[in-house]
């Protein structure tokens, strides 16, 4: 019986898969204990043959191909959690990679605390650069427990977006029918809805997890396509988000939807240069829309401050013009990697 599954979304990665594999294989928990299930979304490059060779030369490796593409990981993260055999489940992107004891730290701490869910902070990587996360309630702990009806009550001081940097009991989930939305973001709503269900919830100071910012001129990841449908998918999980802080009446506080409200943002000033104008003034009239109905002020981030004030005063020509400038510019694959890195830096500084 394997002591825990990983499970990766994989789609076009044969540029980075092998090192999350690899992050794996050196577990020191024992690659042998960990059961990966890798889902791919209908990969077109050699992603298919790649997860092939690993299933066949390892007896713990399990490969799903699917019949259609979705357009993100939502949905191959609910396949995996479905054929999951293991009684916790952990998840990894496949251009990230795992601190060698990482399995191992986390999965000892959900055994001794039975928690239904054990996270941490993480690192962000974007070249030689990194970016360790940190917690605006919970950086002063070392370990932090809390229990029964606590995380309705105080969820906000224990919310991260984002499911890759902890493990959970797979039976909660099950229990609960926690699944990814099929959209941009879906990690983000998985992580908040396991909160409102969970029960006990352990977060320990670690940082086991790397958020690899990829690098590849010829690939860049799906959250990071610049085009009409991710713009429509994005918005989507952010309403969706918002629906949930509803239904477990806790919609005034909307500070959990900002980091997916920065993205969607930086995503409106970075479209493709093919988008018209017409397209992108009603791309901001949306967000504007979206922050009207959200309330939302302002950003910590400096740069984001400045993004949407042309956006809350409806400035939509300006946003567009500037947007314009940026799309033909995160076009350049040499440009967009230092534009990528000073923001994705930038945007991480708690």
């Not at 989930?173 to 926690?178: E, I, P």
């Not at 006990?200 to 610049?226: A, C, H, M, P, W």
């Amino acid at each position: 019986m394997y002591y825990l599954t990983m499970i990766i979304p994989a789609f076009n990665v044969d540029d980075c898969l092998d090192n999350a594999m690899n992050s794996l294989i050196n577990q020191t928990i024992g690659f042998e204990n960990i059961e990966v299930i890798i889902v791919d979304d209908c990969s077109t490059d050699n992603t298919r043959q790649l997860i092939k060779e690993y299933v066949n030369k390892y007896e713990n490796c399990k490969g799903i191909f699917l019949d259609k593409n979705n357009g993100g990981a939502g949905i191959p993260r609910n396949v995996g959690i479905k054929q999951a055999t293991a009684d916790y489940l952990m998840f990894i992107d496949p251009d990230d990679e795992w601190e060698k004891d990482a399995c191992e730290v986390y999965y000892n701490k959900i055994i001794e605390t039975n928690a239904d869910l054990v996270y941490s902070h993480w690192t962000f990587v974007a070249g030689n650069k990194m970016s360790k996360t940190s917690h605006n309630y919970l950086k002063e702990e070392k370990e932090y427990v809390f229990n029964d009806d606590e995380n309705i009550k105080n969820y906000h001081k224990y919310y991260r977006p984002g499911m890759c940097a902890g493990i959970y009991n797979k039976q909660f989930v099950l229990d609960h029918n926690l699944e990814c939305p099929n959209e941009l973001g879906e990690d983000g709503y998985f992580t908040l809805e396991t909160i409102f269900n969970a029960k006990k919830i352990v977060f320990i100071e670690y940082y086991g997890y790397y958020n690899k910012l990829r690098d590849n001129d010829q690939k860049t990841s799906i959250t990071n396509i610049r085009d009409e449908k991710k713009f429509k998918s994005r918005i989507n999980a952010i309403y969706l988000m918002y629906n949930l802080l509803k239904k477990y009446h806790a919609e005034s506080n909307l500070f959990v939807v900002y980091d997916e409200l920065r993205v969607l943002i930086y995503q409106a000033y970075t479209l493709m240069p093919g988008i018209s104008r017409k397209k992108r003034k009603i791309f901001f009239n949306e967000i504007y829309e979206l922050e009207n109905e959200l309330n939302v002020k302002e950003f910590d981030v400096i740069h984001f401050k400045i993004l949407n004030y042309f956006i809350l005063h409806k400035h939509f020509n300006i946003a567009t013009f500037i947007s314009i400038i940026l799309g033909h510019i995160y076009d350049n694959p040499g440009l967009r990697k230092t534009m990528r890195k000073v923001s994705f830096l930038i945007s991480t500084q708690y």
